[in-house]
């Protein structure tokens, strides 16, 4: 069974990569004027580049499939709120930027402003993805690191009882253990 807290490491590596991809092929078919990914009439773009605006599409809807299954992570407590508000903030703002690239892609594919929004989504996203890196491989902060550390303490603990237990069969003191 799959649980949030393995689910949103999962779902969220879609969203960047379908995003950078998307990008991508915009940037190849408004550079290579290709025919098989857009064509140009006058001062007009005629897209046929539906694989790219689709990549959007499907990038959007696990952005905000990333964003929920993160809150739900967030529930567990493993990280403080101070370390986890910095990253959701990051992600909220990224999935703003990637609802309007999305939009403008189906639009107004190559204007001003979608051209700003695809900039500052790939910000955002760069931000975001830095953000969740530093959470995840912060050794200060890991909730793995901590347990390992504590775990090896407790068996150092339970193997420290349990010798005096082979050598003591009683307890005259219940402080010992």
Not at 45 to 65: D, R
């Amino acid at each position: 069974m799959i649980s949030t807290v393995s689910f949103h490491p999962f779902i969220s590596h879609f969203p960047p990569a379908l995003f950078f991809s998307g990008l991508t092929l915009l940037f190849l078919a408004h550079k290579k004027n290709d025919v098989k990914l857009s064509y140009h009439e006058g001062n007009k773009w005629y897209e046929i580049i539906s694989s790219a605006t689709f990549n959007l599409s499907l990038g959007l809807f696990a952005a905000v499939i990333a964003n929920f299954s993160g809150m739900v992570s967030v529930d567990i407590n493993l990280r403080t709120v101070v370390d986890v508000e910095g990253h959701q903030g990051y992600a909220f703002l990224f999935t703003l930027f990637y609802g309007f690239s999305a939009g403008y892609a189906y639009t107004n594919t190559f204007s001003r402003t979608a051209v700003g929004f695809y900039i500052a989504g790939l910000l955002a996203m760069g931000a975001c993805l830095f953000s969740g890196y530093q959470m995840v491989f912060s050794w200060r902060r890991n909730p793995a690191y901590l347990v390992r550390r504590n775990s090896e303490s407790i068996n150092q603990f339970t193997t420290e009882v349990t010798r005096s237990k082979n050598t003591n069969s009683t307890y005259t003191n219940d402080n010992e253990i």
